[in-house]
């Protein structure tokens, strides 16, 4: 028996050794072709973005490169620049590796896909892009296909930035409409959805300056695009108190457009959430415990209300988020000690939202949120909230811890 | 010997008799060229499976022996496709993952395990090609109807006429289906006129080996092996049959 044991290890381990060898061997003679290949078929597709180069010379941008862009070629003989990219969404471990060709005129010339393997087909979407400048105005996001031309859209965004730092392009000029989509994700993070997409749905509002108002979906603030002087402002609020403004080249005027803010304030009115949210927190905390929202002056994350709780045990502080995991915003609830310490953590529903997609999911919620409990702002780690299979609900519950030590960093700064 | 290799042909074809390799069969055969690809590759992976796995049949304990085929098999699999990478790598690309997934066409783990693990090197790797022709043969079939007649073309090349009236479904999934379908009849249609043979375990081609015939399906050559005798009793057969 004992023997018989030890032979089928002896010659499992031998063949496994055997083939390991044999691969080695048929590697090293193939690897370099491989790569070889490789490197002819991205030079090739440079020539499908612009085809009247007369040959092409690999430039180095200075400073930081984004990830994204993996090569940058000039043409020698002027017509432009070619840059290969290279992008990953969530739904795809292989990244998406395109070329884009780019005109001295600043506006793309072609785009030739070298692998792409989402698993929704993009279409004729890559080709829409052609003749757009740096402004991208004319493009959108795919429908059905959020994800992977969000990363694609992300990723072409880059290569303008390198070119445009390089001085190989000049920038666009962005519509009014396309600067204020930017500031909707700049002013109000927290309303973002995995895939970057601000979710903000239009309000009406009955007052003079407001021009637009919108409220975000997972009841984090409000974004306002306001008109004082002639001159049109975007102004977020967010529900936990925070306020800023902008104009329209990005400038944060939130201190000289004093009466503007102070207009959205009020306008802001989220006593309706902060109840909605009291209810979900006092659910998290024993009988009798005490709820008295507060506010900080700038934040404007996935955290929608704060509470300071008496009679809670541990518990100092309740911070209620709405990031959004896959699908629709889920709702947390955060307890925070005196120190800044997690000491609670409660979902309101099911972590693990899409019962369709993760059918056979079994997660230990208890032993999950264990993990969680003690973690403070400065030993947060990205571990702790990983949950396998379901990556964008762990981004979620990771970009609200973070949200909550930030508030919570700001509260002990601001009293 | 000839025998040997004829029945993988028609008689005891592994996806038109025997159902095997199904997947890959059915994604790949939308163009002739892939067919092939396919059907070269897997004949090779069979090819070198089959003569390591007979070569070796004595050594391999029996408790050990199918993750013992799977690691040769997928060490040949890793081997056609860096091949391939290097030196095809248009077919490559085209084939995909289905490349990959040679690893778990039952084609290959079925011959390691129905005949190499019994017989001696050259009838395995006779029994390879059979199977690996057969194999291609049916995926070229296959490949030209839907090429033909859901795209209009053939290996790439346009058929006048025909590419004015494709019929698109048969590029797609229910169209693999179907042409699967009315193939597996034909050739059941001609071999059952020929052999008269019937459905069931015991007017499966393969029953002889796997012991059917002795009312268990249990492979008598595995407890002769596995006793330590190092042949079973297919090695006579088999070998009686040449």
């Known amino acids: ?166 001085g190989g392009v000049a920038q666009g000029n962005k519509t009014d409409e396309q600067i204020i989509d930017e500031l909707k994700i700049q002013l109000l993070p927290g309303a973002r959805n995995r895939a970057g997409a601000p979710k903000l749905k239009e309000i009406t509002v009955s007052d003079p300056s407001v021009q637009q108002a919108f409220a975000a979906e997972n009841d984090v603030g409000y974004f306002y695009v306001m008109e004082a002087d002639g001159e049109t402002f975007a102004v977020a609020v967010s529900t936990t108190g925070g306020a800023v403004c902008m104009d329209l080249t990005g400038t944060d005027v939130t201190a000289q457009q004093e009466a503007l803010v102070q207009r959205a304030l009020e306008l802001s009115d989220a006593s309706a959430i902060h109840e909605k949210n009291q209810t979900a927190a006092s659910r998290a905390l024993p009988d ?57 953590l409660r979902v309101s529903g099911e972590l693990i939202q899409d019962s369709d997609y993760y059918s056979n999911y079994t997660l230990d919620e208890s032993a999950y949120i264990a993990g969680i409990i003690g973690l403070t702002g400065e030993t947060a780690d990205e571990d702790a909230t990983l949950i396998s299979g379901a990556t964008m609900t762990a981004d979620g519950v990771w970009t609200a811890m973070q949200d909550v030590f930030a508030a919570f960093k700001s509260l002990t700064t601001e009293t | 010997m000839w025998k040997n290799f004829l029945k993988g042909i028609i008689r005891e074809n592994p996806v038109l008799v ?143 006429i025909l590419s004015d009236f494709t019929i698109p479904i048969l590029v797609n999934s229910p169209g693999g289906f179907f042409v699967f379908g009315i193939l597996i009849a034909i050739v059941n249609a001609v071999t059952k006129r020929k052999t008269g043979r019937d459905f069931g375990c015991a007017g499966c081609p393969s029953a002889a080996v796997c012991g059917a015939n002795d009312g268990s399906l249990q492979n008598a050559a595995h407890k002769d092996h596995a006793a330590g005798s190092g042949k079973g009793p297919d090695d006579t057969a088999e070998e009686g049959g040449k």
């Open chain 1, 1 to 166: 028996m004992k023997r018989e044991a030890t032979k089928s290890i002896v010659v499992l381990t031998g063949i496994c050794l055997i083939v390991a060898v044999l691969l080695a061997a048929v590697n090293h003679v193939t690897a370099p072709i491989i790569e070889a290949s490789a490197a002819s078929g991205a030079q090739a597709s440079l020539y499908v973005v612009l085809p009247n180069a007369a040959g092409f010379e690999e430039e180095t941008p200075e400073g930081e490169v984004p990830q994204t862009v993996t090569g940058v070629f000039r043409d020698t003989g002027g017509s432009g620049y070619a840059v290969t990219l290279s992008a990953t969404s969530s739904y795809s471990a292989t990244p998406m590796t395109f070329t884009l060709g780019v005109g001295t005129d600043g506006k793309i010339t072609g785009v030739e896909m070298t692998n792409y393997a989402e698993s929704k087909d993009f279409g004729d979407y890559p080709s829409t892009y052609v003749g757009q400048d740096s402004a991208l105005g004319g493009v959108d996001v795919y429908a059905g296909v959020t994800y992977s031309s969000q990363a694609f859209r992300g990723a072409v965004e880059d290569a303008f930035a390198v070119l445009v730092e390089m």
């Open chain 2, 18 to 160: 025997l159902l095997l390799g199904t997947c890959p069969t059915l994604a790949v055969t939308t163009s002739v060229a892939n067919a092939f690809g396919m059907g070269a590759a897997a004949t090779a992976v069979l090819l070198g499976s089959n003569i390591v796995i007979s070569a070796l049949r004595r050594m391999i304990p029996d408790k050990v022996r199918i993750p013992s085929y799977i690691v040769i098999i997928a060490g040949f699999v890793t081997v056609v496709e860096m091949v391939m990478h290097a030196f095809v790598p248009d077919l490559y690309e085209a084939l995909g993952v289905f490349l990959s997934l040679i690893v778990v066409n039952c084609i290959i783990l079925g011959r390691a395990e129905v005949y190499a693990s019994k017989n001696r090197v050259l009838d395995s790797a006779v029994d390879a090609l059979g199977m690996g022709v057969g194999f291609t043969l049916a995926l070229f079939a296959m490949a030209s109807i839907r090429e033909i007649f859901g795209s209009g073309s053939w290996m790439g090349f346009e058929i006048p």
């Open chain 1, 288 to 344: 009798g415990a005490q709820l008295t929202p507060i506010s900080v002056s700038d934040q404007f994350g996935t955290v929608a209300s704060i509470f300071t709780v008496s009679g809670g045990g541990d518990a100092a502080y309740a911070m209620v988020c709405s990031p959004y995991g896959y699908r629709s915003p889920m709702k947390l609830v955060f307890l925070l000690d005196n120190m800044g310490a997690i000491s609670g």
